[in-house]
Nanobody, 124 residues
Framework: QVQLVESGGGSVQAGGSLRLSCAAS????????LGWFRQAPGKEREGVAE????????FYADSVKGRFTISQDNAGNTVYLQMNGLKPEDTAMYYC?????????????????WGQGTQVTVSL
C-alpha cells in the first residue's frame, strides 16, 4: 500500500505563494506517477499537475500553467507543488495522488492512492 501525507496548505493573499509537500511511502512500483488534484466547494475534483516519478516529465492543467511547478526530491519520496501568483479561484482542498499505470495525463481513474488533502485559501 502507498501512503500519502500532504502538508503546506494555508491562507494567503492573492498574488502570494505557497509550497505544498506530499510525503510518499510504500512500494515505488505503485507510485510511478504522482499528481496533485484539487476540489473547491460545490465543484468537481480537477487535476492540477502530474509528474512521472524520477523524470522531468510533467504536465499541467491550463488553469495553472506558468504559475505552478511540480517537482520531486532526489529520493523520489516527496513531491512538491510550488504555487506562485495565487488567485482566489485557486482556493480548494488539494490532494496528492499516486498511480501505477498511465493512460493519459491527469486521468483521475489512474490514481489509486490518495492523501487526506490540505486546504489552500486565497483571499483578495
Amino acid at each position: 500500500q502507498v501512503q500519502l501525507v500532504e502538508s503546506g496548505g494555508g491562507s494567503v493573499q492573492a498574488g502570494g505563494s505557497l509550497r505544498l509537500s506530499c510525503a510518499a511511502s510504500g512500494p515505488t512500483y505503485l507510485r510511478n506517477y504522482l499528481g496533485w488534484f484539487r476540489q473547491a466547494p460545490g465543484k468537481e475534483r480537477e487535476g492540477v499537475a502530474e509528474i512521472y516519478s524520477g523524470s522531468s516529465n510533467t504536465f499541467y492543467a491550463d488553469s495553472v500553467k506558468g504559475r505552478f511547478t511540480i517537482s520531486q526530491d532526489n529520493a523520489g519520496n516527496t513531491v512538491y507543488l510550488q504555487m506562485n501568483g495565487l488567485k482566489p479561484e485557486d482556493t480548494a482542498m488539494y490532494y496528492c495522488a499516486a498511480a501505477q499505470e498511465w493512460k493519459y495525463w491527469l486521468r483521475e481513474a489512474d490514481f489509486i492512492f490518495w492523501g487526506q488533502g490540505t486546504q489552500v485559501t486565497v483571499s483578495l
